[in-house]
C-alpha cells in the first residue's frame, strides 16, 4: 500500500501547480488585462450569440436557405481572414491584431439590433467570419507573447480555462437577459459588455509596451 507521504506529495505537488499558475495574473499585469479582455468581451459576445439564432427565427422568420446563406458568408470571410489576419500579425503583432478584430465583432449586435430586413443580417455574418479568424490566431500568439521560457503550457491552460468559464456562464444569462429587456436591448447590453472587453485589451497593450521597454532596460548591452 502507498505510503502516506506517497499520496502528499502528489498532491502538494497538483496544488503547488495550480497556485503558480494562478499566480501569473498577479506576476504578470500585461496577461493578466488580456484574459480580463478575453473573458469580458467574449462573455458579452457569447450572450448576443446565445440570441442571434433565436431572433432571426422570431423577428426575421428566417428560412432554412437564409440560415445556409449566413453560414456561408461567415465561411468564406473566415477563409479569406486567416490570410489577411497572419498578414496583419507579422506586421503589426498579435495584441493590435485582438484588438482590431474584436471591435469588428462588436459591430454585430448592433447590426442585428437595427437590422430591418433578413439581408442586413449578412453584414454581421460576414464581419463576424473575417474577425473571428483574426481572434483565433490572435489569442493564440498573444498567450505565447506573454508566456516565459518553457510557461507556455501554463499560460494556455489559463487561457482555456476562462474560456471555457465564460462560456458556462454568458448561455446561462442570456435567455433570462432577452425575457427582461426584449432581445434589441439584449444586444446593447451585450454590446456594453463587449466595448468593456475592449477597454481592457487597451490596458493589456499599455502594459505590454511597460513590459517590454522594462526588458530592454534590463538587458546588458552586446559586445
Given at each position: 500500500?502507498?505510503?502516506?507521504?506517497?499520496?502528499?506529495?502528489?498532491?502538494?505537488?497538483?496544488?503547488?501547480?495550480?497556485?503558480?499558475?494562478?499566480g501569473?495574473?498577479?506576476?504578470?499585469?500585461?496577461?493578466?488585462?488580456?484574459?480580463?479582455?478575453?473573458?469580458v468581451?467574449?462573455f458579452?459576445?457569447?450572450?448576443?450569440?446565445?440570441?442571434?439564432?433565436?431572433?432571426?427565427?422570431?423577428?426575421?422568420?428566417?428560412?432554412?436557405?437564409?440560415?445556409?446563406?449566413?453560414?456561408?458568408v461567415?465561411?468564406?470571410?473566415?477563409?479569406?481572414?486567416?490570410?489577411?489576419?497572419?498578414?496583419?500579425?507579422?506586421?503589426?503583432?498579435?495584441?493590435?491584431?485582438?484588438l482590431?478584430?474584436?471591435?469588428?465583432?462588436?459591430?454585430?449586435?448592433?447590426?442585428?439590433?437595427?437590422?430591418?430586413?433578413?439581408?442586413?443580417?449578412?453584414?454581421?455574418?460576414?464581419?463576424?467570419?473575417?474577425a473571428?479568424?483574426?481572434?483565433?490566431?490572435?489569442?493564440?500568439?498573444?498567450t505565447?507573447?506573454?508566456?516565459?521560457?518553457?510557461?507556455?503550457?501554463?499560460?494556455?491552460?489559463?487561457?482555456?480555462?476562462?474560456?471555457?468559464?465564460?462560456?458556462?456562464?454568458?448561455?446561462?444569462?442570456?435567455?433570462?437577459?432577452?425575457?427582461?429587456?426584449?432581445?434589441?436591448?439584449?444586444?446593447?447590453?451585450?454590446?456594453?459588455?463587449?466595448?468593456?472587453?475592449?477597454?481592457?485589451?487597451l490596458?493589456?497593450?499599455?502594459?505590454?509596451?511597460?513590459?517590454a521597454?522594462?526588458?530592454?532596460?534590463?538587458?546588458?548591452?552586446?559586445?
Open positions: 500500500m502507498p505510503s502516506s507521504e506517497g499520496e502528499t506529495g502528489p498532491r502538494r505537488s497538483t496544488i503547488a501547480f495550480f497556485r503558480d499558475t494562478l501569473i495574473l498577479r506576476r504578470n499585469p500585461g496577461y493578466r488585462w488580456f484574459t480580463a479582455s478575453v473573458f468581451y467574449g458579452g459576445n457569447l450572450v448576443a450569440s446565445t440570441i442571434y439564432p433565436i431572433y432571426q427565427v422570431d423577428r426575421f422568420h428566417i428560412s432554412n436557405t437564409e440560415v445556409a446563406n449566413l453560414q456561408n461567415a465561411a468564406a470571410t473566415t477563409i479569406v481572414g486567416f490570410f489577411f489576419w497572419g498578414w496583419f500579425m507579422d506586421k503589426k503583432g498579435p495584441l493590435l491584431t485582438v482590431i478584430a474584436i471591435c469588428v465583432v462588436c459591430t454585430m449586435p448592433v447590426v442585428y439590433a437595427l437590422a430591418p430586413r433578413v439581408e442586413y443580417l449578412r453584414i454581421a455574418a460576414a464581419t463576424g467570419g473575417l473571428m479568424s483574426g481572434i483565433d490566431l490572435g489569442y493564440i500568439n498573444t505565447l507573447l506573454f508566456a516565459e521560457a518553457g510557461r507556455a503550457a501554463q499560460y494556455q491552460a489559463l487561457h482555456s480555462s476562462f474560456f471555457g468559464l465564460r462560456g458556462t456562464i454568458a448561455p446561462q444569462l442570456a435567455i433570462p437577459l432577452m425575457h427582461a429587456v426584449g432581445p434589441q436591448n439584449a444586444f446593447y447590453v451585450s454590446e456594453v459588455i463587449m466595448l468593456c472587453g475592449v477597454m481592457l485589451q490596458f493589456s497593450m499599455r502594459d505590454a509596451r511597460r513590459q521597454a522594462e526588458r530592454g532596460r534590463n538587458t546588458p548591452p552586446s559586445v
